[in-house]
Structures are given as structure tokens and as C-alpha cells.
């Protein structure tokens, strides 16, 4: 008797079991990164955002518009999806007066941020990535939680986004002459802020992230074309900007190519 059919029956069982394990996991990922349980603070208990008000009335007043806010609707997950979904049960807080220690301080340690945030703890794990796992950059200083978008500077307008940059990379701040028109559109068009494979946080790797914009065209004779310049030589010696070509990369005030 063949025992194929008995095989296949128990590996479409097993891949079942193992499809259904990957569909559970994902659901419960997705519910863990909407609503992710609070952070606790031992012995203390939830008291709702009315009463953070007390104390905090200028964050509570902008908070209404800020991303997290628009999460936490209220009366879809009651007391714990307002302030103390990250601060953690602020009763212990509130008795001692505001006593350090009693609450949860995302700025002192970025798991409050992972609770739901899952993706960027896999980032900064990467090979080049902020510092934030040791603690030398938190994720306040880059964001501002509780009003506007997330992004610190005002939303998601492209040179409030640079200026958030610009505060601890200060030799990239222009104005430069001749500008990189990359810059005008954002840091992040070129580099992964929170963590990448890459090094100095760029989203590709050599050439290949340059010619992303900078066209190439390839002609019947074997040349690359960019910019109108045959560039095979200099391609092969490097990065666009390691290949004492266009070292300036961010901006220059001497050369439009960029080259010093």
C-alpha cells in the first residue's frame, strides 16, 4: 500500500495548522499595535483623563487634535485609551501630589512608545539606527505626543520635518547656494530615520539610491548616461558620494554639481 496519500493529507493538516497560527498571530499583532494594554504602575488604579486635566491643563487643551488622541475615541476602550494609556493608573500620582516614580515617564525609556509602536522596536534593532535602545535619544525628542501630528515642529509638513532634524544634525543646515532639491522634500526622501541596514540611515544602498531620481539612460554602446555624461568609471569606484565626485551632497555653495 502507498502510504502518498496518508503524506500529503498530514502536510496539508500540519500547513493548515500552521496557516491558521500565522492568521492569529497577525490579528492579535494588528489589535496589540491599535490598542496596546497600558503601561501599570504597581498598586495604582485608572482615574481618567478628567482628572490629568487638573494638573496638565495646557497638554489636555491641545491634545484634542493630536494623532494619539484621534486613537483614543472615547468610549470605545473607557479610561485606559486617554492619558494613562501611556503614563500608566495615575491614582498613586495624584495622591502623592506628583511625586517622580508614580507614573510612567515615556521620555525616561522608549517601551512605552513599543507597547504599540512594534514596528520601530524591529527598526532600531537594524545595524544603523538613532540611539535610542541606549538611551542616548528618546522618542520625544524627535515626536511631540500630545498635540498637532506626530511629528515634533508642526505635523508633517516636509521643512517643519527637517527642522526636527536639523536640531542635532547642524552641519547639514543650510542655506546652501546650490541646494540639493532632495533636501527641499524631506530628510526622510533619502534616509530612514528610525532604523535601516544601511549606513548613515539610508533607505538604499550605493548608487542605487541616488539613481532613484537622477536618471539613467543606457545606449547601444554600453554607456550609462546621467545627466547626459557617460558615468561607468565613476560608478565603479564607489558611491556617488564616496567616488570624489559629489561629496557635498546635501548642498554646496561653490559647485551646482554638488562636487565640493
Known amino acids: 500500500m502507498s502510504t502518498r496519500?496518508?503524506?500529503?493529507?498530514?502536510?496539508?493538516?500540519?500547513?493548515?495548522?500552521?496557516?491558521?497560527?500565522v492568521l492569529l498571530a497577525a490579528c492579535l499583532t494588528v489589535e496589540r499595535a491599535m490598542f496596546a494594554p497600558p503601561m501599570q504602575v504597581a498598586g495604582a488604579e485608572f482615574v481618567g483623563s478628567g482628572e490629568c486635566a487638573e494638573c496638565h491643563a495646557e497638554i489636555s487643551s491641545s491634545f484634542?487634535?493630536?494623532t494619539h488622541a484621534k486613537l483614543f475615541a472615547e468610549g470605545t476602550h473607557g479610561?485606559?485609551?486617554?492619558?494613562?494609556?501611556?503614563?500608566?493608573?495615575?491614582?498613586?500620582?495624584i495622591e502623592s501630589g506628583g511625586v517622580a516614580g508614580t507614573i510612567v515617564n515615556p521620555d525616561r525609556s522608549p517601551e512605552?512608545?513599543?507597547?504599540?509602536?512594534?514596528?520601530?522596536?524591529?527598526?532600531?534593532?537594524l545595524p544603523h539606527s538613532h540611539p535610542v535602545m541606549n538611551g542616548q535619544v528618546t522618542c520625544t525628542d524627535c515626536h511631540e505626543p500630545h498635540k498637532g501630528d506626530a511629528i515634533m515642529g508642526g505635523g508633517t509638513h516636509l521643512a517643519a520635518a527637517n527642522e526636527?532634524?536639523?536640531?542635532?544634525h547642524n552641519a547639514q543646515r543650510g542655506p546652501y547656494v546650490f541646494e540639493h532639491e532632495a533636501s527641499r522634500e524631506g530628510?526622510?526622501?533619502?534616509?530612514?530615520?528610525?532604523?535601516?541596514?544601511?549606513e548613515k540611515t539610508l533607505k538604499s544602498r550605493n548608487q542605487s539610491l541616488c539613481l532613484q531620481c537622477h536618471y539613467q539612460e543606457q545606449t547601444a554602446s554600453g554607456q550609462l548616461l546621467i545627466g547626459g555624461r557617460d558615468h561607468r568609471s565613476f560608478v565603479s569606484r564607489g558611491?556617488?558620494?564616496?567616488?570624489?565626485?559629489?561629496?557635498?551632497?546635501?548642498?554646496?555653495?561653490?559647485?551646482?554639481?554638488?562636487?565640493?
Open 112 to 125: 512605552t512608545c513599543f507597547q504599540c509602536h512594534l514596528d520601530k522596536r524591529a527598526e532600531f534593532s
Open 187 to 198: 530628510c526622510v526622501t533619502c534616509h530612514q530615520p528610525h532604523g535601516t541596514i544601511n
Open 239 to 260: 558611491t556617488c558620494w564616496t567616488a570624489g565626485c559629489h561629496e557635498a551632497v546635501h548642498g554646496s555653495h561653490v559647485n551646482s554639481s554638488l562636487r565640493f
Open 79 to 93: 479610561k485606559e485609551m486617554s492619558c494613562e494609556a501611556c503614563h500608566g493608573p495615575a491614582s498613586k500620582h
Open 64 to 66: 484634542h487634535d493630536a
Open 5 to 21: 496519500p496518508r503524506l500529503t493529507k498530514r502536510v496539508l493538516i500540519n500547513g493548515a495548522v500552521v496557516l491558521w497560527g
Open 164 to 168: 526636527t532634524c536639523l536640531q542635532c
